[in-house]
Structure formats: structure tokens, C-alpha cells
């Protein structure tokens, strides 16, 4: 598994098995939220996907940003032959999170002993339990982190995502079967989370002791130790606030939507975003398949790599989402009535996300850019700002609008978030990608997939067959008129492209 490495393959493989993996993970994701939907209703899938954003928060709060710390030293000690300093950054990155995650199990597990009706209806217990696993969880992505960091592209996606979402769609399904409720929902929900971190640690082990040599730390200095310590903590801390800030941006309007509307209205509002956020898998894989390559480059100096990899990277983002948020903002309606009744209500706020999300995907790499360049502080800076302004457009804008309004707020950050990050990578760093990929994807895509699916909703309607007609139609098209123009998508020269 350990040998299939960014650098014997090149970008496009590393690309194609996280695409896959996420493109797996999403479609289970969203399998899985429609029998939660069909199963609990719009209310109880408002309590659900509470809790869930809650988990989510308190999982990438426990990560301190070391996930990300890992894939950037890691990468670069590999890129500077210094391999043997491996083992010495993973313990000074495990370390600190573990410490978190026991101190944070123990503060609620103090506060639903002290404060039990603030849970309210779900017991304590399963509250303590679910702060564990998310302790586990935030260990689990600082595990394949160090996979990422060595080259190896297969561990993060077959078991972030899809062997954990196989096995939640599985234990759901069983709890669904049972008839149980909310609290046997997340409890299958929660529970394959160990069996996942176990893989990834044997995993991991066997891959850096190949790499390495050993697991052992080597002997060090420590005025050494304690420089590569801070280096590695300057920038991972602050990525750790960033990632907070992040996750927060993602959830926060979900239980915004549930304080300022109703739980179902946050039902409704978290499948569309789980919808709209479906299409971040194209973004997701190429940030873990560039990531590593970019940071390398950027290590070296080789800035002309970087803008190559940024501008053959994006224009493929584009060719491939730009198709799946036109179908998204046109069949909405379609889309979300597949998860039961009443989630069609949030077919205006799910076109508009999925415009918002199109144009985020036409910047590109900018975050994993903004990152591997060691500008943790930028990106902090950023999503700090983007986080206030979806808060107060959310307290504005809910309240008239409700969940149309959440999303509006929402896509308003996102454009200001995405023209700033743009103007800090090209303007700021110099790493502007190559222009004609860029346009032909994009016109392309509006071309051909937008000018089909528009076409057949006016003329035919919207219902599910013919939207699956439409999806299959669009998909031959596309593919068949991309070819004679792979040279000019760039889709030929990122398959040949070596780091």
C-alpha cells in the first residue's frame, strides 16, 4: 500500500485514487443522510446533524492543526533526505493532541454531570462517549497525516473515505432496520470510528519504518529538538486556530439555523449543505494529492513547479465540479427530494450554495498553497474574518429568510474568502497559474453541461428521470467533446507530470 508514492506515479494518480476515495466517501455520506432523513424525519435529522456538527467541531478543535503540520515537515524532511527525523515529528505531534483530547473527555464529562438538563434530550453518557470518539477521530486524521506526508496515496482515502463511511452507512442501516431512534443513530454513527484509527496506526507504522528505518526517535540534540518543536508548533498552532475557525464557518450556520429558526428547518438546511459541500471532493482530493508536491516545491525554491501544479490542478477542478454544481443549482428541487418530504424546501438555498461553491473551485489550490508556503498566520487572518462576517450575516439574515437566508450569508463568505486567498497567492506569493486551461475548462463547462441541463429542465421538467437522463446525456457529451481538447484542458500534460 506504503509503495504507491506521488513520485512514481505523479500528480493525476494521486488525484484520481483521492477523487475516487472522496467521490465514495461523499456519495455514501449522502446515502447515508437520506435514510437518516427518510428515517427521522426533518426534525429528528435536525437533532442529528446538531450533534454531529458539534462532534465535528470538537474533533478538528482536538487536531491543534498537527494534521497539517505533519503533511508539511513530513513532506519536506522526505524532499531534503532527512527521513530519520520522522519519528521525532510524529511524537511531538501526537503527544500534545492526546493531552488535549484526555483534558477535553474530562471538562464533559464534568459538565453533564454538573449541568444534566443543558444536554437535554440526549442522556450524558452518550454525550462523554461522543467527545472520546471524537478525541479518536482527530487522532485519526493526525495518523494519515504522516501517510500523506511520506507519498503514500492510497491509506487516507481507503480508510477515511471509504471504509469509515461504509462502516457508519452499515451501522446506521442496522439501527434503522431496529427502529431505534436518534440516540441508536449516532451511536452506530460513532462506533466504527475506533476499528478505523486502529487500521490507520498499523498502517502508519509499517510505512514510516520502511521509510525511517525505525519507529525510534533518533538521538538529538536538545537545543535541535527544541528548535524543530517550535518550528513545527509555530506553524501548526496557529493552523490548529485556523482549522477551528474553519470548521466552526462550516457548521456554525446549521446550529444557527436551529436556534434562530427550528430543528427541522436545521435539518433541511444541513442535507443541502451536505449536498453543496459534496462537490469539495474534487478540491478535497487535489488537496491531498498536491499537497505534498507543493510543499516539497516550495522547500526547494522551484516556484515555477508550484504554478504549474496550481494551474494544471485548478483547470482539472474546474472541468470536473463546474458539471456537478449546474445539475446541483438547476434539479435542486429533484436532488433534495430524494431524502423525504419536505427537504425540497431548500432547493432556492442549495443553487445558490452551489454557485458560491463553483466559483471557490475556480480558485484552485489556493488554501493548500497558502499553507504548504508556511502562511498559517494568512489563512488564520482569513477565516477569522470570513467566520465574523457569516455570524452577523447569519444573526441578520436568518431571521428574514430563514434557511434562503443562511445560505446567502454563507455565499456572500465564501466570494470574500475566495477573492482574498486568490490576491494573497498571486498577488502577494507570485504563484499564479497559467490562464488558457483555465478558461477553455470553465467554457467548456458552461458550454456544453450548463446549455444541456437548462435545455432539458425547460423543456422537459424536473423529475427524477429526468434528471438521471439528463445527468447520463451530459455525461456523454462532455466526455466525448473533452477529448479532441484534453491538450488545451491541460488534462494531458497533468498525467504526464513528475514532481
Known amino acids: 500500500?506504503?509503495?504507491?508514492?506521488?513520485?512514481?506515479?505523479?500528480?493525476?494518480?494521486?488525484?484520481?485514487?483521492?477523487?475516487?476515495?472522496?467521490?465514495?466517501?461523499?456519495?455514501?455520506?449522502?446515502?447515508?443522510?437520506?435514510?437518516?432523513?427518510?428515517?427521522?424525519?426533518?426534525?429528528?435529522a435536525g437533532t442529528y446533524f446538531l450533534v454531529v456538527a458539534v462532534f465535528m467541531i470538537v474533533s478538528n478543535v482536538t487536531e491543534l492543526g498537527a494534521d497539517t503540520g505533519l503533511v508539511r515537515y513530513v513532506s519536506a524532511a522526505r524532499a531534503r533526505g532527512r527521513l530519520a527525523d520522522v519519528p521525532a515529528l510524529v511524537r511531538m505531534a501526537v503527544a500534545p493532541v492526546l493531552i488535549t483530547g484526555v483534558v477535553l473527555v474530562a471538562v464533559v464529562a464534568g459538565a453533564t454531570?454538573?449541568?444534566?438538563?443543558?444536554?437535554?434530550?440526549?442522556?450524558?453518557?452518550?454525550?462523554?462517549?461522543?467527545?472520546?470518539?471524537?478525541?479518536?477521530?482527530?487522532?485519526?486524521?493526525?495518523?494519515?497525516?504522516?501517510?500523506?506526508?511520506?507519498?503514500?496515496?492510497?491509506?487516507?482515502?481507503?480508510?477515511?473515505?471509504?471504509?469509515?463511511?461504509?462502516?457508519?452507512?452499515?451501522?446506521?442501516?442496522?439501527?434503522?432496520?431496529?427502529?431505534?431512534?436518534?440516540?441508536?443513530?449516532?451511536?452506530?454513527?460513532?462506533a466504527p470510528v475506533a476499528v478505523v484509527l486502529a487500521l490507520a496506526v498499523a498502517a502508519v507504522a509499517r510505512l514510516t519504518t520502511r521509510h525511517a528505518g525505525s519507529l525510534r526517535v533518533a538521538p538529538v540534540r536538545p537545543s535541535d529538538r527544541r528548535r524543530l518543536s517550535a518550528e513545527f508548533w509555530g506553524f501548526s498552532a496557529t493552523r490548529g486556530v485556523a482549522a477551528a475557525v474553519e470548521i466552526l464557518l462550516e457548521w456554525m450556520d446549521v446550529i444557527l439555523v436551529g436556534a434562530l429558526a427550528s430543528p427541522a428547518q436545521a435539518g433541511i438546511y444541513a442535507v443541502v449543505t451536505r449536498c453543496a459541500r459534496a462537490g469539495e471532493v474534487i478540491q478535497q482530493a487535489a488537496r491531498v494529492a498536491v499537497g505534498p508536491q507543493i510543499s516539497a516545491a516550495l522547500a526547494r525554491g522551484a516556484t515555477h513547479e508550484a504554478r504549474e501544479i496550481y494551474g494544471l490542478v485548478t483547470a482539472t477542478m474546474i472541468w470536473l465540479a463546474w458539471p456537478f454544481f449546474l445539475v446541483l443549482a438547476i434539479f435542486g428541487d429533484t436532488v433534495l427530494s430524494l431524502f423525504g418530504p419536505g427537504f425540497s424546501d431548500g432547493a432556492t438555498s442549495l443553487a445558490v450554495l452551489s454557485l458560491a461553491m463553483a466559483l471557490a473551485t475556480a480558485a484552485g489550490t489556493v488554501q493548500t498553497i497558502l499553507l504548504m508556503g508556511g502562511r498559517s498566520s494568512w489563512q488564520l487572518a482569513d477565516k477569522s474574518l470570513a467566520l465574523t462576517l457569516n455570524i452577523a450575516?447569519?444573526?441578520v439574515l436568518i431571521p428574514l429568510w430563514g434557511i434562503d437566508g443562511a445560505a446567502l450569508a454563507w455565499a456572500i463568505t465564501i466570494v470574500i474568502d475566495t477573492v482574498v486567498v486568490v490576491w494573497q497567492v498571486q498577488g502577494l506569493m507570485g504563484v499564479s497559474p497559467a490562464g488558457r486551461h483555465l478558461w477553455s475548462a470553465a467554457a467548456l463547462a458552461i458550454g456544453v453541461a450548463g446549455t444541456l441541463t437548462v435545455g432539458s429542465r425547460i423543456?422537459?421538467?424536473?423529475?427524477?428521470?429526468?434528471?438521471?437522463?439528463?445527468?447520463?446525456?451530459?455525461?456523454?457529451v462532455y466526455l466525448v467533446v473533452s477529448w479532441p481538447l484534453r491538450h488545451r484542458l491541460g488534462l494531458v500534460a497533468l498525467a504526464e507530470h513528475r514532481s
Open 1 to 44: 500500500m506504503a509503495d504507491l508514492t506521488i513520485q512514481s506515479r505523479g500528480i493525476a494518480w494521486a488525484g484520481v485514487v483521492n477523487l475516487a476515495g472522496g467521490a465514495t466517501g461523499s456519495l455514501i455520506g449522502l446515502l447515508l443522510a437520506a435514510v437518516i432523513g427518510r428515517h427521522l424525519g426533518t426534525e429528528g
Open 113 to 190: 454531570s454538573t449541568y444534566p438538563d443543558l444536554f437535554a434530550p440526549l442522556p450524558g453518557g452518550l454525550i462523554v462517549i461522543a467527545a472520546g470518539v471524537a478525541v479518536l477521530s482527530a487522532l485519526l486524521a493526525v495518523t494519515l497525516a504522516i501517510s500523506r506526508g511520506l507519498g503514500d496515496v492510497v491509506s487516507y482515502p481507503l480508510l477515511q473515505n471509504i471504509t469509515l463511511p461504509v462502516m457508519r452507512l452499515l451501522g446506521v442501516g442496522v439501527a434503522v432496520l431496529a427502529g431505534w431512534g436518534v440516540i441508536g443513530v449516532l451511536g452506530s454513527w460513532l
Open 393 to 395: 450575516l447569519d444573526l
Open 459 to 476: 423543456a422537459f421538467g424536473s423529475s427524477l428521470s429526468v434528471m438521471l437522463g439528463t445527468i447520463a446525456t451530459v455525461a456523454v
